[in-house]
C-alpha cells in the first residue's frame, strides 16, 4: 500500500489501525476512501465556475486598463495567466486524487511532519485574508439591498460610523460573515453541493448583465470602443505586461497548492484534469470581460464609469431587479469563499494539531482571523489591490509551488509511502519533524522579490515610478520563486531522496 492509492474500504481500515492513534492524524486529515470519492469532472468544473465568478475577477482586468492596457490585451493576460497557472494546479492536484491526501498533509513529505506547518501557515494567512475580502464585498452587497428596501436603513444610529465604516453596513457585513459560518459548520460535503448548483446560476446572471448593458449602451461594439476611457495612466502595453501577467497567476497561487483538498474526492485523476482545463481559464476571462464591457457601458448608460457591480445595483430602482443581483453577488461570494478561502485554511490549522483542531474549528479560526486582518483596508485602491496584495503573495506561493512539484513529480516519481505521512517518527522526520533543506530553499527563493515587495507595499498604488532592477524582478515574483524553489530543492534534496529510497 505504500506507492499506491486507498482503493478499498478495507485498505482505509487497515491504514486507519496502523496512524489512528498518531499525533498527527484526525478524521478530516485521513485519507479519503473510494466510497468518498464522488466528485465528478462536472463537480470539479462547478467548483471553478463558483470560484471564477466574484467580484474581484469582475474587477480584475479594469484594474488592468487603467494601467494603460485597452481591453483585449487585459483579456490576452488573463487567458494567458490562468492557463499557466492550471499547470502547477493539475499537477498538484495528481497527489491529492491518487493517495486522497490533502494539502498540508502532502506538504510533510516535503517540509517534514512538523515542518509542513511552514508552507500551510503561510498558505493560511493568505486565505484568512481572501476570506475577508470577499466577505466584505458580499456584505456591501446585502447593505446596498437593504439601503433600496429601506430607505431608513442608511441611518441606522444616526448614520454613525466605527473605523471610518457606517454601523448598517458592519452589520450587513457581521451577517454575511455569519452565513458563511453556519456553511462552514456543515462540512466540505455542502460545498460541493453548494458549488454544484450555484454555478447555473452565476453563468446566467453574468449573461443577463452582459446582454443589459450591450443593449442600454447601443451594442457591445460601442461598449468596447469606450472601454479606453478607463484608462487612467498611459503607460505602454509592455511596461504593464509582467506585473499584469504574474497578478493573473497570483490570483490562483494559493488554490495551485492546495487543490488536493478538492482533487483528493475527486473520481478519477480524468475528472481532476478535465474538470480544471474546462472550469478555470474560459470562466475566468469571460467573467472577466464582462466586468470590462459592463463598466465600460456604465460610461455611456451614466455618464460615469462604475467599476462595482455592488455601486451599480444600488442605481435600479426596481426591486425585483436588486433582488436577482443581491442573489448572483450572493451567490459569486459564497461559492467563492467557501471553497477558495475556508477548505484550506480549515486543513492547514487542523495540521497544526491534529488531535485539537477539527476542520470546522479551523473554519471558524479562519473566519475571525479574516475579520481581524481589516478586508477593507485590502480593498482601498485597485493598484494596491493588484500590485502589493496579488503579486506580493505570488512570490511565497511560487516557491512552496516549485518545491512541492520538484519533490512529488521528479525526486520521488510520484511514489509516496502514505502511512509514513502521519508516522512523527517516519521516513518523512528528517531532523526533528522538520527538512532544514526545504526551508532554506523556500528562504532563499524568496529573498530577491523581497526588496520590490517592500518599495511597492511603500508606494501608493503599489507602482514605483523609477523601477530599479529588483523592481523589476519583483514583477516576476512567481515566475522568479517558482524556479529558484524549484532548482534548489532539487539541488538539495537530491541525494537525500536516492538514500531514502534504497
Not at 486524487?97 to 510533510?108: A, D
Not at 497544526?352 to 473554519?363: A, D, E, F, H, Q
Request: proline content about 4%; hydrophobic content about 50%.
Amino acid at each position: 500500500m505504500s506507492s499506491d492509492s486507498i482503493n478499498t474500504r478495507r485498505d482505509f481500515e487497515e491504514l486507519q489501525k496502523d496512524v489512528s492513534n498518531s499525533p498527527l492524524w484526525n478524521r478530516d486529515l485521513a485519507p479519503t476512501t473510494i466510497k468518498e470519492r464522488t466528485w465528478s469532472t462536472w463537480n470539479i468544473a462547478a467548483l471553478w465556475i463558483g470560484m471564477s465568478v466574484v467580484i474581484t475577477t469582475y474587477t480584475l482586468a479594469g484594474g488592468f486598463i487603467e494601467a494603460g492596457m485597452n481591453w483585449w490585451q487585459a483579456m490576452i493576460t488573463i487567458l494567458l495567466g490562468n492557463t499557466i497557472v492550471l499547470i502547477p494546479m493539475i499537477l498538484n492536484a495528481h497527489a491529492g486524487t491518487k493517495y486522497g491526501v490533502s494539502f498540508p498533509v502532502l506538504s510533510r513529505a516535503a517540509f517534514g511532519t512538523v515542518g509542513a506547518n511552514v508552507p500551510a501557515m503561510l498558505r493560511a494567512v493568505v486565505a484568512c485574508g481572501w476570506f475577508g475580502i470577499q466577505t466584505w464585498i458580499g456584505g456591501t452587497a446585502i447593505d446596498a439591498l437593504l439601503s433600496l428596501m429601506f430607505p431608513a436603513w442608511k441611518t441606522l444610529f444616526g448614520g454613525a460610523a466605527v473605523l471610518e465604516v457606517a454601523i448598517h453596513t458592519w452589520i450587513a457585513f457581521f451577517l454575511f460573515w455569519g452565513i458563511q459560518v453556519f456553511i462552514i459548520l456543515k462540512g466540505v460535503e455542502g460545498i460541493k453541493h453548494l458549488e454544484t448548483w450555484s454555478a447555473p446560476l452565476l453563468l446566467i446572471g453574468g449573461l443577463v448583465l452582459l446582454i443589459w448593458a450591450s443593449w442600454r449602451a447601443g451594442g457591445l461594439g460601442h461598449v468596447l470602443t469606450q472601454s479606453a476611457a478607463l484608462q487612467k495612466q498611459q503607460n505602454t502595453f509592455w511596461t504593464i505586461f509582467p506585473g499584469a501577467l504574474t497578478a493573473s497567476v497570483g490570483y490562483w497561487a494559493t488554490l495551485s497548492l492546495n487543490i488536493p483538498d478538492f482533487t483528493r474526492y475527486a473520481q478519477s485523476q480524468r475528472s481532476q484534469m478535465l474538470g480544471q482545463a474546462l472550469g478555470l481559464p474560459l470562466t475566468m476571462t469571460a467573467f472577466a470581460f464582462i466586468g470590462v464591457a459592463v463598466t465600460s457601458a456604465t460610461l455611456l448608460i451614466y455618464g460615469v464609469a462604475i467599476p462595482n457591480p455592488v455601486d451599480l445595483m444600488s442605481r435600479f430602482d426596481s426591486v425585483v431587479i436588486v433582488l436577482f443581483a443581491t442573489a448572483v453577488i450572493f451567490a459569486a461570494q459564497l461559492t467563492t469563499n467557501m471553497a477558495a478561502n475556508v477548505v484550506s485554511p480549515s486543513n492547514d490549522f487542523s495540521n497544526l494539531n491534529p488531535r485539537l483542531i477539527s476542520y470546522v474549528t479551523g473554519g471558524l479560526i479562519t473566519a475571525v482571523i479574516g475579520v481581524l486582518m481589516m478586508p477593507w483596508k485590502l480593498m482601498s485602491s485597485m493598484g494596491a489591490y493588484i500590485f502589493t496584495w496579488l503579486i506580493g503573495y505570488s512570490g511565497l506561493m511560487g516557491a512552496i509551488a516549485g518545491i512541492l512539484i520538484c519533490d512529488y513529480w521528479v525526486l520521488r516519481k510520484r511514489r509516496l509511502l502514505l502511512a509514513e505521512l502521519f508516522n512523527p517518527n517516519g521516513i518523512y522526520r528528517y531532523s526533528n519533524g522538520v527538512n532544514w533543506r526545504a526551508i532554506i530553499t523556500l528562504v532563499v527563493a524568496i529573498v530577491p522579490v523581497v526588496p520590490g515587495f517592500i518599495r511597492a507595499a511603500s508606494t501608493p498604488g503599489g507602482q514605483v515610478s523609477n523601477p530599479n532592477p529588483l523592481d523589476t524582478l519583483y514583477t516576476y515574483a512567481w515566475f522568479v520563486t517558482f524556479g529558484l524553489g524549484f532548482v534548489i530543492y532539487y539541488v538539495l534534496m537530491k541525494s537525500e531522496v536516492q538514500r531514502s529510497q534504497q
